[in-house]
């Protein structure tokens, strides 16, 4: 089995920053992606931002040139470094990763419970 802590979320004024961190615990042989992904009332769930194995990062549009993703393998967590907020990135925040339990596993998602960022003044 797999566990995902979240933390980092808040209330922020727009313009201002917030560091979330997910960290992935286990049964662990490898993870491939890790990602977050965000879900604002009425909305769909989106991605805002994702980083492979080989630290190649995809970003939302809406995202870019405002987040940077990161992770960090020993340690098997991965951050995500909100800059210049705006009231539109009010969401639930959820840490996703795709994780193989062992080499004969062909892996699946996990998701985190989620957590609260608000961007409002």
């Known amino acids: 089995q797999v566990q995902l802590a979240e933390s980092g979320g808040g209330l922020v004024e727009p313009g201002g920053s917030l560091r979330l961190s997910c960290t992935v615990s286990g049964r662990i042989w490898f993870i491939l992606e890790m990602g977050w992904y965000r879900e604002a009332p009425g909305q769909q769930r989106q991605l805002a931002a994702s980083i492979d194995a080989h630290g190649r990062a995809t970003y939302h549009d809406s995202t870019k040139g405002r987040f940077t993703i990161s992770r960090d393998d020993a340690a098997k967590t991965v951050h995500l470094q909100m800059d210049n907020l705006l009231p539109e990135d009010t969401a639930v925040y959820y840490c996703?990763?795709?994780?193989?339990?062992?080499?004969?596993?062909?892996?699946?998602?996990?998701w985190g419970q989620g957590t609260q960022v608000t961007v409002s003044s």
């Open positions: 996703n990763v795709f994780v193989r339990e062992s080499i004969s596993d062909g892996g699946r998602d996990y």
